[in-house]
């Protein structure tokens, strides 16, 4: 079946510590994206790529960092940088589209819960 | 930057009873779409309506668009207890992604 992984589910790291969330899609899109939810907040983007090593900040970049090395995978390594990294991530994916104005629909993951001890 | 404010932020209702949540943005649009999350889940994506369109339908929702209020809504009639959920509007931001509101806690009684 198409569609979005992401991995873990569940993570529990220890203050200091980096962590990589797994992301991967057989959809084809050239386009991913990782959001941060916190709770009753909306989604706020992290970074995102519309294509093969190329991406960009989103509104809270800090603390966070991507690789798209390949087209089906975009993971996020969650740093000791980041103040406050216990929330829900989601990973996303559309086809590419020609300019913001025009961006279609999105395709999430399932997410990945954090949890800082 | 979030640049759609969901209203209300929460609305209970009962089984067959219709719902209306509404959505107001800041800056010009091409298109808006509307998303649900179930608790613990990902977002499913339920309908996008292009600027040049006023009303939308697929199935029991409802979508309408007033580009010179800046403002949607969403429309789900005969609810049922499976559409309790959040339900979120996007647009597109000046990049190349969507920036989404802080969704409206849905839930629906039996």
């Known amino acids: 079946d198409g569609g979005i992984t992401q991995s873990p589910k569940y993570l529990f790291r220890k203050e200091g510590q980096n962590v990589t969330l797994s992301c991967e899609q057989n959809l084809n899109h050239d386009a991913m994206y990782w959001y941060r939810q916190d709770p009753g907040q909306g989604l706020r983007l992290i970074y995102y790529s519309q294509i093969v090593n190329d991406f960009q900040k989103g509104d809270i970049a800090e603390g966070y960092s991507v690789s798209r090395e390949k087209k089906e995978s975009f993971p996020l390594t969650v740093t000791s940088a980041q103040k406050n990294p216990t929330a829900f991530y989601l990973c996303?994916?559309?086809?590419?589209?020609?300019?913001?104005?025009?961006?279609?629909?999105?395709?999430f993951g399932e997410g990945s819960r954090l949890t800082v001890l | 930057s979030q640049q759609g404010e969901e209203d209300p932020q929460a609305l209970s209702i009962q089984e067959g009873e219709n719902a209306t949540m509404n959505c107001s943005y800041k800056t010009s649009i091409n298109n808006l779409q509307w998303y649900r999350q179930n608790s613990g889940r990902g977002l499913v994506h339920l309908i996008l309506i292009r600027s040049n369109e006023r009303e939308k339908h697929s199935g029991r929702l409802r979508v309408t668009l007033d580009t010179s209020k800046k403002s949607s809504s969403l429309l789900i009639t005969a609810s049922r207890a499976a559409d309790t959920a959040s339900y979120f509007c996007a647009t597109p931001n000046s990049g190349y992604a969507l920036n989404f509101g802080k969704g409206t806690s849905l839930l629906v009684t039996p």
């Open positions: 996303a994916s559309s086809t590419r589209t020609s300019g913001g104005a025009n961006t279609g629909e999105l395709f």
